[in-house]
């Protein structure tokens, strides 16, 4: 007799990635990109993060971060509530584990906005997440995003630029590279890999 398997769910060959991580290098771009395919594609949902960054002029609680205190953040982690978290450039980032799987249970397509060693956490925990990396059109174009930006100071800017070394010397290990030339562009691209248009 064949044998038979019980008890597994079996899984088409063709399910579609719903966690989408987009990466790269601090300054690149990547909210700007995603505040544009939100924009046209609200239903896109994008994961709000916790952090213990202060907010810049004109962030909001609950909409671009949970600002949240050191001892906060502490609390997160020990209970769990996290998927990922990661330090960058002085400041702690994570992602709230629940809001994620309510939506994934759901099957809508998932956004993580989150830096490179975030994304290798995802890969390890959901091997099934699409990666991308979003890439400057030049290192002098990042540097001038960066110090352009008027946000932060000279000596956070030099952090971030030597994450941003690091960052841009790992593109291999992600699915697809787009370069972001143009955000329109890159918004459209990012939205048919998440076969949303
Ligand atoms: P910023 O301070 O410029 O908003 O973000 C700094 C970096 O942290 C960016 O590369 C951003 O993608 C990343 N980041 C934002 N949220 C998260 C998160 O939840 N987890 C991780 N690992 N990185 C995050």
């Known amino acids: 007799m064949a044998a038979t398997s019980r008890g597994t769910t079996p899984v088409p060959p063709d399910v579609r990635p719903r966690l989408t991580v987009l990466s790269g290098p601090s300054g690149v771009g990547k909210s700007t990109v995603v505040a544009h395919m939100r924009k046209v594609h609200p239903e896109v949902w994008l994961s ?83 990666l991308v990396f979003l890439a400057p059109p030049s290192w002098d174009e990042l540097v001038r995003r960066l110090t352009g930006r008027g946000t932060e100071a000279p000596d956070v800017i030099e952090r971030r630029l030597e994450a941003a070394k690091i960052e841009l010397a790992a593109e291999a290990e992600f699915d697809t590279t787009l370069v972001n030339t143009s955000v329109e562009d890159v918004a459209r691209e990012l939205l048919a890999l998440m076969e949303v248009a």
Not at 59 to 75: L, T
Not at 103 to 130: H, K, N, T
Request: proline share 6%; glycine share 8%.
């Open 48 to 130: 709000v993060s916790a952090t213990t960054r202060k907010p810049r002029p004109g962030e909001r609680h609950g909409v671009q971060y949970f600002f949240v205190s050191d001892e906060e953040f502490d609390k997160l982690v020990a209970n769990g509530e996290l998927l990922e978290w990661a330090e960058f450039a002085g400041n702690r980032y994570g992602t709230p584990r629940r809001a994620v799987a309510d939506r994934l249970e759901a099957g809508e397509p998932v956004l993580l906005e989150i830096d490179l060693q975030g994304a290798r956490l995802v890969r390890e925990s959901m091997p099934e997440a699409q």
